[in-house]
């Protein structure tokens, strides 16, 4: 009698959400909540049980279970930054390119817990760095959350650092979020200043906020503070009134010569052979200078 009044309830309830795919899996959001596909393995690994976990693979459950939203007990290993229950499920067959409805991989995971070796692990076990989803991207997630280690592991494995998303590019996202070693990290490896968000330049977001370093670091960087956004506006227009980041884009003169040297010579080098500076055969006075030592 439960069971069918709850079923009534269920279908008097506005039908307003269909049936979607996503990688050709049926997904319905009516399930959205619904913790009936959860396992005792998805539990383990996102406690971080490594013992537990070892006893549960043992007793066949597989590593490679999935809930209807598509999280494996890799995402769970993942999210929790646990390298051992990682390993353990990817020695088990666990899928290292396993997508969520939200376009969650490990990786992506990975990222936010912001643990470098999890995250090389991952990296060495998956054939996709790139993001499955637009509003899950691992390289924005470390850059807004400052994981700088993170960040330079995938660019070391080919991630586009000038990737623009609807919330930006990686640069972008550091600056909203004034994380100034992320910011500083992702110049140093080649980030184009004045890519951010369309019309919205990195400069716009760090005056906006109010990141007085950022600014200073874009400006050293070669930012363009002419540049104006979809509103018409200036860096220095978005910045209060008598802030610092204000004092800093009102007294910045045009780039130097040299910085435009510089600026030009790295552009030409591209993000993959800014390592490869020695080649050019420079002085070490001019080598160091073009990589901002």
């Known amino acids: ?15 307003d ?4 795919l996503y990688k050709q899996r049926p997904y319905n959001p009516l399930m959205d909540g619904l913790w009936s596909d959860w396992t005792p393995l ?16 043992s007793q066949r459950f597989s590593a490679c279970s999935s809930t209807v939203n598509g999280v494996t007990a890799l995402h769970e290993a993942c999210a929790g930054g646990h390298l051992g229950c990682a ?21 992506f995971n990975a990222c936010c817990s912001g643990n470098p070796a999890l995250v090389s692990l991952i990296l060495k076990h998956s054939s996709a760095p790139h993001p499955a989803h637009l509003l899950a991207s691992p390289i924005h997630e470390a850059a807004k959350r400052g994981h ?5 592991l995938l ?5 586009n650092v000038d990737l623009e998303l609807e919330a930006g590019t990686p640069l972008y996202c550091a600056c909203e979020t004034q994380r100034t070693d992320c910011v500083h990290t992702l110049l140093l490896l080649g980030a184009d200043v004045n890519r951010g968000r369309g019309l919205d330049t990195p400069l716009h977001a760090a005056a906006r906020v109010g990141g007085a370093r950022e600014v200073e670091l874009l400006l050293e960087h070669g930012a363009d503070g002419n540049c104006r956004n979809s509103e018409g506006k200036r860096a220095v227009e978005l ?23 510089r600026q030009c010579i790295r552009r030409s080098l591209g993000q993959h052979r800014l390592n490869r500076t020695h080649a050019l055969y420079l002085p070490n006075s001019l080598h160091n200078y073009l990589l901002y030592r």
């Open 1 to 15: 009698m439960a069971a069918v009044q709850t079923e009534t309830c269920c279908w008097n309830t506005p039908w």
């Open 17 to 20: 959400r269909g049936f979607h």
């Open 42 to 57: 998805h539990e383990a690994a996102l406690q971080g049980r490594l013992l537990l976990l070892r006893t549960l693979l």
């Open 87 to 107: 390993k353990t499920l990817l020695e088990y067959g666990a899928d290292a390119d396993a997508v969520t409805i939200d376009g969650a991989t490990p990786l």
């Open 148 to 152: 700088i280690t993170c960040v330079e």
């Open 155 to 159: 660019l070391a494995n080919g991630v």
């Open 239 to 261: 910045a209060e009134q008598h802030s610092e980041e204000r004092l800093i884009l009102q007294s910045a003169g045009p780039c130097s010569l040299s910085q435009l040297c």
